[in-house]
């Protein structure tokens, strides 16, 4: 079974500095996808970014990447020059890719990161 | 016009009643979801579609029906209301022949169960 976990249910950041998002994730499953979103108040779920498990290099998006170690099975979100806006909850995600088994094509959702950026 | 609209946005109800979550999108994919958001779990699937003709059923469809009508429309039922299914539910979809099957969310519906 597939597992997420997010250790840091709450963290504060101050503007313009970085901040890093902890997740890391249990399968045995050899292809995987890993997904970050953000929940800011209003509640609505904005996809950030995406990693596969094959995938050489670390996902870029602007101002968020993310930090893939396979063999440490983590995928940490970094948020560079951190803004009032960022101000939300993040959920990492994993999804099972290989066909063969039932959690194929279902993401899993971690418990999620409260993020406070201050001025 | 958002992709993924769901309707209602807010409802609240009683215990006992049936109620319909209706979402719909017109991002032309194939696949759709439904998952519900309770505070510390993160959101949880309860169903899936991959076609029209396909459903699916996720972690915790106990209590839950849906109906793929078309394509563009997934409705999730709850047969007879009670108060645990206080949440908040999210309507999803994603699109097989994108390379990463990204899933894009509805803006969620809340639903109070009296």
């Known amino acids: 079974a597939q597992k997420i976990t997010q250790t840091q249910p709450g963290m504060f950041v101050q503007e313009k500095e970085a901040v890093t998002l902890d997740c890391t994730y249990d399968?045995?499953?050899?292809?995987?996808?890993l997904f970050w979103y953000k929940q800011p108040s209003s509640g609505e779920m904005i996809f950030l970014i995406y990693?596969?498990?094959?995938?050489?290099q670390n996902a870029t998006e602007g101002r968020y990447s993310l930090n893939f170690q396979k063999a440490r099975k983590s995928a940490n979100l970094v948020i560079s020059a951190s803004q009032l806006g960022d101000s939300a909850m993040y959920f990492c995600a994993m999804r099972d890719d290989l066909m063969t088994t039932d959690s194929w094509g279902k993401l899993q959702f971690g418990a999620g990161t409260q993020v406070v950026v201050t001025p | 016009d958002a992709d993924v609209t769901q309707t209602p946005r807010n409802r609240i109800t009683k215990t006992g009643k049936r109620i319909m979550l209706e979402c719909s999108q017109t991002k032309g994919h194939d696949r759709m979801y439904w998952y519900r958001q309770d505070p510390g779990l993160g959101l949880r699937l309860i169903y899936y579609?991959?076609?029209?003709?396909?459903?699916n059923k996720g972690e915790i469809s106990d209590g839950y029906s849906v109906s793929r009508q078309a394509q563009a429309k997934f409705s999730l039922s709850l047969e007879s209301a009670i108060p645990n299914q206080t949440a908040l539910y999210f309507c999803a979809t994603s699109d097989f022949s994108d390379s990463v099957d990204t899933q894009y969310f509805g803006p969620g519906t809340r639903l109070t169960v009296l």
């Open positions: 399968t045995s499953d050899p292809s995987y996808g």
């Open positions: 579609s991959f076609d029209v003709k396909d459903i």
């Open positions: 990693q596969g498990s094959y995938d050489q």
